[in-house]
């Protein structure tokens, strides 16, 4: 347990980068996050002492590799507290964890005139793979629409549901208004029409646990690289029983149990899941990233994201000129903060923004239906991480008054 | 503050273009009109082109962008109006060629041919921005283009 989390952020060894003569101000968590030394040291590690192709050689430097990867399965089931180690198959990423649910599972599930809901703040990755699906099956897409306040209308939520409902599918935390969801109530209501629930946990799990039991979502998927592990990795957490009933999306190597001529039988899950070699060095850095985490402690995590998005939401909207969109209370929201200055495209403020060191992303995020929702094309977004800090908020702050005199807005 | 940099990228020629776009709105009558978007930012620029024999006629963009897409907009159909196509195509060649990073590739220079839009190839410096820059003007390749298949 760390007690200042600012001795934290000298863990991070990018964040001392010089940016156009400026101190960086890293601002764009919510795309991915900084890599903490211990997790760039285990990659190097694992490539200089321990690199072999996992679950096949019976030398020793393969079980070495094979016992690094498998003891990470065991430490994400106990990082979102699944049931079973079993209920936990590594993927290239959220995007691939849906995408798979959605091809391989959903069909299994779904006729023509079934209903399938998700919410307009959904990203792509979790509104693309169901439209697909629902076009192929002949389901229905519904939506989920947003309150005033930037939140998903339960109310209404609740007058979709009905009996023809076989899939929800809903992310944790909005990636744009920052919303966290309460996932858990809407995911009583949607089982109690007979609905699976199906999680993109992409901006949740490193910023507050996550307990899928408590949750209990049937599905819940997310990436490595935004909670402060390597790209290329992330984890599709299924109930047992649904990951037996999944098809494989892949097949190939190390997946299959006896393979002859005409058929083969597949190995159980999530071996099954797990075709050709995986990204072995970036599970072991997963690893390295949850070790670090549980290390810092969420209650230190948890309130110096709150402090500076709470603080960054006050002092942006003071602002005159700047709308913040999403939920106003900072409790009801993670530590993502999308906003708009009058008169000026968003990528115009982020290019000035960064000729100032600071890093914010602008667009439309990947959720191009939430934009049209709000009345914009695009907004900026700065996201925080425990990492930032004062400095950052005010080189932010500072950068966007800079912006509006450059503009004369 | 670091604001020198913006200063290369943001010229006051950008700025005004960019606030008050020259040739913004629709041609109801128009002989082409092509909708193009930036996937990567959701930028939609929409061109209207009137031709008459091988002329522009009229043109006229509308749609939603930045400063630098806005301008670029407004000082390309500055400059377009009223030529051929034949004059109109070379300029796109020389536009796009002066943001590729790669002004030896071509003779023209673009100060001598593009007017206003020359001042654009300050986007070099900044290359997440060339898409911004070039929309427009792909746009207008594109109008020409279908006008000289349907002949």
């Known amino acids: 347990m760390v007690n200042d989390i600012a001795i934290a952020r000298n863990d991070f060894p990018i964040l001392k980068e010089v940016v156009n003569g400026q101190p960086l ?122 309150t005033a ?88 957490y ?23 001529r005409q058929k083969t039988d597949f190995k159980p899950a999530p071996a099954k899941f797990e075709a050709g070699t995986m990204p072995i060095a970036q599970v072991i850095g997963l690893g390295a990233a949850i070790s670090y985490l549980q290390h810092l402690g969420w209650p230190a995590i948890i309130a110096q994201e709150q402090q500076l998005t709470a603080q960054a939401y006050q002092e942006l909207t003071a602002i005159t000129g700047v709308t913040v969109y999403g939920p106003t209370e900072p409790t009801r929201r993670s530590s993502v903060l999308s906003f708009n200055l009058q008169g000026l495209h968003p990528h115009d403020l982020a290019t000035v923004l960064d000729m100032q060191g600071v890093a914010i992303r602008a667009g439309h995020h990947c959720a191009q239906p939430l934009m049209t929702d709000l009345g914009v094309s695009a907004t900026a977004r700065a996201s925080f991480a425990f990492y930032n800090n004062q400095a950052d908020l005010r080189q932010l702050v500072t950068a966007v008054q800079a912006a509006k005199e450059f503009f004369k807005l | 503050m670091n604001l020198g940099g913006l200063n290369d990228l943001y010229r006051q020629l950008i700025i ?32 209207a082109v009137t031709f008459a ?59 001598e041919l593009l007017g206003d839009a020359a001042v654009l190839a300050a986007v070099v410096k900044f290359p997440a921005r060339i898409k911004c820059a070039t929309l427009a003007w792909k746009a207008l390749e594109q109008a020409i283009s279908e006008e000289e298949a349907h002949e």
């Open chain 1, 25 to 146: 101000a890293y601002l764009d968590n919510a795309a991915t996050t900084q890599k903490p030394q211990a997790v760039i040291d285990a990659l190097v590690h694992y490539y200089q002492h321990d690199n072999a192709n996992i679950h096949r050689g019976v030398y020793t430097l393969a079980e070495r590799a094979t016992e690094q990867y498998e003891a990470v399965r065991q430490q994400v089931a106990t990082f979102i507290n699944a049931a079973s180690v079993a209920e936990i198959v590594f993927t290239r990423g959220t995007t691939t964890s849906l995408n798979w649910v959605a091809q391989t599972y959903a069909p299994t599930i779904l006729q023509a005139g079934d209903e399938i809901v998700i919410s307009i703040m959904e990203h792509h990755s979790n509104l693309v793979p169901w439209q697909q699906v629902a076009q192929r099956t002949g389901a229905k897409l519904r939506y989920v629409e947003l």
């Open chain 1, 149 to 236: 306040s930037g939140e998903l209308d339960l109310a209404q939520y609740g007058d979709l549901l009905n009996a023809r409902t076989k899939i929800v599918s809903l992310t944790h935390v909005s990636n744009v208004l920052g919303t966290i969801n309460p996932i858990k109530k809407m995911t009583a209501m949607a089982h109690a029409v007979g609905a699976t629930v199906v999680i993109d946990g992409a901006q949740a799990t490193g910023h507050f646990p996550v307990d899928v039991q408590e949750l209990d979502c049937d599905f819940y998927a997310f990436s490595g690289h935004k909670m402060y592990g390597p790209t290329g990795i992330g984890v599709l």
């Open chain 1, 238 to 260: 299924g109930r047992e029983a649904l990951l037996t009933a999944m098809p494989p999306a892949e097949f190939g190597g190390e997946m299959i149990n006896l393979v002859t």
């Open chain 2, 16 to 47: 005004d273009h960019a606030q008050h776009p020259h040739h913004h709105g629709e041609l109801p009558a128009a002989s082409q009109t092509i909708t193009l978007n930036n996937p990567t930012c959701g930028d939609v620029i929409k061109l």
């Open chain 2, 53 to 111: 024999d091988d002329r522009i006629e009229q043109i006229a963009f509308s749609g939603e962008g930045c400063s630098i897409s806005q301008a670029s907009a407004s000082m390309m159909t500055d400059l377009v109006q009223g030529q051929t196509r034949a004059q109109a195509k070379k300029e796109i060649q020389v536009f796009l060629e002066m943001l590729m990073e790669n002004p030896e590739a071509t003779q023209d220079d673009p100060d």
